[in-house]
């Protein structure tokens, strides 16, 4: 069964920068657009970007503005978010989902990015 593991989180001043990482298994990662999504504590899930399976073609969400740039790397298969400026509001639990996956109960465990001064 397809599983996603999050990692990079923790909590980070105003203006700061982390990079998220997402190992990714049990299915053809090559194949599936990815999205990146985020959840503030009580608040519904929002969409940050979709990448295509090659990588070659992404969109952000307008909060994105440019500070959030992803990637992967098919043949490892990674998948990144690079995140600068970050705000305070940019703090939530950050999942990678299989793009054509909605059901957030299937999802993993997340990590947290929490910005704090």
């Known amino acids: 069964e397809a599983q996603l593991v999050e990692s990079g989180g923790g909590m980070v001043q105003p203006g700061g920068s982390l990079r998220l990482s997402c190992a990714a298994s049990g299915f053809t990662f090559s194949s599936f657009d990815m999205n990146w999504v985020r959840q503030a504590s009580g608040k519904d899930h929002e969409l940050v970007s979709t990448i295509d399976a090659a990588g070659e073609s992404v969109c952000y969400a307008d909060f994105a503005n440019g500070r959030f740039t992803v990637s992967r790397d098919n043949a490892e298969n990674m998948l990144y978010i690079q995140m600068n400026g970050l705000k305070f509001e940019d703090t939530a639990l950050y999942f990678c989902?299989?793009?054509?996956?909605?059901?957030?109960?299937?999802w993993g465990q997340g990590t947290q990015v929490t910005v704090a001064s």
């Open positions: 989902v299989i793009s054509n996956n909605s059901d957030p109960l299937s």
